[in-house]
């Protein structure tokens, strides 16, 4: 049955597949809601949108898409509040940066009304899929694909934007962490003027390989440093990436190598609100090997949206490791605690952050 509310076209599913799905148990992205958001663009301009049943989608083997990477995503959540409205976490931020993202890859901007408009509509259609409570939210994909036929090297004419929505779960255990992360002295993500500050697919294709060889040699991530001299700390594998010394927190501003996390300036706005002092500077690699060995490294995490923060017990830097104190009040599980209970409308909302689907 197909149905056209406004400016989409909605083919609703004929039997919810909700009551296949283990709540309890849910391994990340790996579970899908019923319907999917499509729009393509064509002839210049963005096509009546669907919203349809999640499955296969069908593309010419000569999309551009599989041979010159033209592709981009975003990860964004929804939460579900005890009177079952759906709030999300500054959501705007996400809809400049999709098409920051675009942009870089010469692939064309998606209008806003129509990010908005598609996003609610889907996630007021899979509402059922959003679970109450501590740790549960709905987690978004975003993504734009280059669909045009043809292996010519130049960009496409055509593209498919997207949105689909997984069921997730915290995968923060609590506790301590076991994740030991090795910086890096031979490969990089991005460099000067290249594509690292946008969320292209691309970046993460890059970064398997040297992760994989980090993890043959006991690691679970790479912290990648610049690209030209290697003596200055960028990124944790996909999050950003934040040092305690002392009583203060240190983390590089953003750059054309560095994504601008939308948890990282939130914890850098969390912390400062919380009276930690936070500095927002180049961070060498010989400053955070020195403060381990004169024991004021006390902290290091990742920042992002999955996780939102994801604490790190140790780090290996040119043959040596190094092992973190296991902290009783870490800022980790404080700035944790403080964006979770904001996002969840448990913490003030002073800076506006929370943003509620319309009804
Ligand atoms: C997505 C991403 C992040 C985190 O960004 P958030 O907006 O906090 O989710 C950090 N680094 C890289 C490389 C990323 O792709």
Not at 199 to 209: C, D, I, L, P, V
Request: aromatic share 12%; glycine share 8%; with cysteine.
């Amino acid at each position: 049955m197909s149905t056209e509310t406004q400016n989409i076209i909605i083919q609703k599913i004929a039997k919810s597949k909700i009551s296949e799905v283990d709540f309890s148990n849910l391994a990340f992205g790996s579970v899908f809601t019923d319907h999917m958001y499509v729009c393509d663009f064509k002839d210049g301009e963005w096509q009546t949108p669907t919203i349809k049943p999640y499955g296969p989608i069908s593309i010419d083997p000569s999309a551009k898409v599989f041979h010159y990477g033209q592709a981009v995503f975003e990860g964004m959540k929804a939460y579900k509040a005890e009177d079952d409205s759906i709030w999300m976490f500054r959501p705007e931020e996400n809809q400049k940066r999709i098409n920051f993202s675009a942009n870089r890859l010469q692939m064309p901007s998606f209008p806003k009304e129509m990010f908005f408009d598609g996003l609610e509509t889907l996630l007021k259609l899979d509402r059922d899929w959003i679970q109450k409570g501590e740790g549960n939210s709905m987690y978004i994909r975003p993504f734009v694909i280059a669909t045009e036929s043809g292996v010519s090297a130049s960009p496409s004419k055509e593209y498919k934007f997207m949105f689909i929505l997984s069921p997730a779960q915290s995968y923060f255990k609590g506790g301590g962490s076991d994740v030991k992360v090795l910086f890096a002295d031979k490969y990089s993500r991005s460099a000067n003027g290249g594509v690292g500050a946008a969320k292209a697919a691309g970046n993460y294709a890059g970064q398997f390989y040297p992760t994989h060889l980090a993890q043959e040699q006991g690691y679970q991530q790479v912290v990648w440093t610049d690209a030209n001299t290697h003596e200055f700390l960028e990124e944790a594998g996909v999050m950003n990436v934040f040092f305690r010394v002392g009583d203060t927190l240190l983390t590089a501003p953003t750059s054309d190598r560095i994504l601008d996390g939308i948890t990282r300036k939130s914890i850098i706005q969390v912390a400062q609100d919380m009276g930690i002092s936070v500095e927002v500077r180049n961070v060498r690699v010989s400053e955070i090997v020195d403060a381990a060995k004169n024991g004021t490294l006390l902290e290091m995490f990742g920042a992002g949206t999955a996780a939102v923060i994801n604490p790190i017990a140790g780090f290996g830097c040119k043959g040596e490791d190094y092992t973190l104190p296991k902290l009783e009040n870490s800022y980790a599980m404080l700035l944790r605690k403080r964006i979770t209970d904001i996002q969840t409308n448990k913490a003030e909302d002073k800076h506006g952050w929370r943003y509620k689907v319309k009804e």
